[in-house]
């Protein structure tokens, strides 16, 4: 067995070997809006979704320059963001996404992608996204100096028909392939999902 004192090393190194360990995690793909109605675009695999409240949770770090990355911003300013998952077709624009632009730079527009107005929120929801939850800032807490974990209530979620099993009035896992995150510095960054299983309620031998 390999030990390693997180809590002892530099931030750096505990994000390298916790991120390698803690996989798959499902990635949240947020548009929010500016103050001039600038879409912005970025994933976050620092994500959870709580059930609940029906709430998402994310992590969004400061900046290399220590200044709030846009998406933040925006939240700070409105409180309103739109979390796509997204399926193997989109991970090429996902992946894209996450880089740094200057704030008036619209990943979206950048990209290509075609966007469908929210019902509830100001941040449009991405047409091609299986999976879109509208949501608004719970809170904030903020976790040390470079960190802040962002609560979201998801106010109304939106999915694609050929996720979605009628029957049931639920998506259905073995209708689409939604993209997770991985290690980010040595192995695959990314997965899809391969192998899947149905088993009965749980029981002791
Ligand atoms: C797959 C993936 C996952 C990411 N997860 C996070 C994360 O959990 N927290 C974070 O602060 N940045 C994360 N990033 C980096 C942000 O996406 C990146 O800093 C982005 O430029 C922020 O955009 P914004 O300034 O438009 O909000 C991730 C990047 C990628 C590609």
Sequence with gaps: ??????????RRDAYRILSSLVIPRPIAWITTVDEAGRVNLAPFSSFMGIFGPPMLAFTVSRR???SLKDTQRNLK???????????????????ASGAEVEPDISEVARLGLATETSLLVAPPRLRDAPVALECRLNRELDLGPTTTLVLLDVVMAHAAERIWNAEHD?????????????????????????ETFSLGPSELP
Excluded at 1 to 10: E, G, N, T, W
Excluded at 172 to 194: M, Q
């Design 64 to 66: 290399r320059d220590g």
């Design 77 to 95: 300013a409105n409180g309103q963001a739109v979390v796509h998952l997204a399926d193997l077709p989109l991970l090429g624009p996902l992946h």
């Design 1 to 10: 067995m390999i030990s390693r004192d997180l809590a002892s090393l530099p």
């Design 170 to 194: 639920c998506a259905d896992a073995s209708l689409w392939t939604p993209v997770v995150r991985l290690a980010s510095v040595v192995g695959p960054n990314y997965g899809a999902l391969g």
